[in-house]
T-cell receptor, first 113, second 111 residues
Framework: ETGVTQSPTHLIKTRGQQVTLRCSSQ?????VSWYQQALGQGPQFIFQ???????GRGNFPPRFSGLQFPNYSSELNVNALELDDSALYLC????????????FGQGTRLTVV | QQPVQSPQAVILREGEDAVINCSSS?????VHWYRQKHGEAPVFLMI?????EQKGHEKISASFNEKKQQSSLYLTASQLSYSGTYFC????????????FGGGTRLMVKP
């Protein structure tokens, strides 16, 4: 186990709705990244938060947004859900410093119908 | 642009060796390797940095050819526990672990 927990584990939403996914980082990790993993594909980088500020963003539209809290836990919000948003959403907790391993949670499986 | 992994899938018998390749069209700062078992989180294997530094688990070996923008992961004397999907994640600059992952290589080790 990586000590990174995500909730909920599974979720079904209707197209057009909004969803919030949560990630609890490892203690002492001040950086969190979010990834989207479609079935049978590699994870795609959504964005990263460092000390409560967005630190970098991948090729995702603004309806994907996030928050990081003072305890370094994090949320991913997706508005106006589309069918193509169906995927496994992974958060990765990253220790202080560069060139380090990332500790992934088990993910939230989102299905949009 | 995402790196290209090869092969896409490989089946081994216990004790056999395998090589998984990762190739990028962009100059790379680092290559990160992860293994993901079905229904589980990706697990860190190794980081290879420009300049030759490596960080990772002792039983895993890998190479990074900076000039060719290629990395290879070497799995020797495979065990059943090696089964899973292997991903390489690349960074073109030292941005801080914002990875572009390849499509994965599915490895199955049979008894």
């Amino acid at each position: 186990e990586t000590g990174v927990t995500q909730s909920p584990t599974h979720l079904i939403k209707t197209r057009g709705q909004q969803v919030t996914l949560r990630c609890s980082s490892q203690s002492g990790h001040n950086t969190v990244s979010w990834y989207q993993q479609a079935l049978g594909q590699g994870p795609q980088f959504i964005f990263q938060y460092y000390r409560e500020e967005e630190n970098g963003r991948g090729n995702f539209p603004p309806r994907f947004s996030g928050l990081q809290f003072p305890n370094y836990s994090s949320e991913l919000n997706v508005n106006a859900l589309e069918l193509d948003d169906s995927a496994l959403y992974l958060c990765a907790s990253i220790p202080r410093g560069r060139d380090t391993e990332a500790f992934f949670g088990q993910g939230t499986r989102l299905t949009v119908v | 642009q995402q790196p290209v992994q090869s092969p896409q899938a490989v089946i081994l018998r216990e004790g056999e060796d395998a090589v998984i390749n990762c190739s990028s069209s962009k100059a790379l700062y680092s290559v990160h390797w992860y293994r993901q078992k079905h229904g589980e989180a990706p697990v860190f294997l190794m980081i290879l940095l420009k300049g030759g530094e490596q960080k990772g688990h002792e039983k895993i070996s890998a190479s990074f050819n900076e000039k060719k923008q290629q990395s290879s992961l070497y799995l020797t004397a495979s065990q059943l526990s090696y089964s899973g999907t292997y991903f390489c994640g690349t960074e073109s600059n030292n941005a801080g672990n914002m990875l572009t992952f390849g499509g994965g290589t599915r490895l199955m080790v049979k008894p």
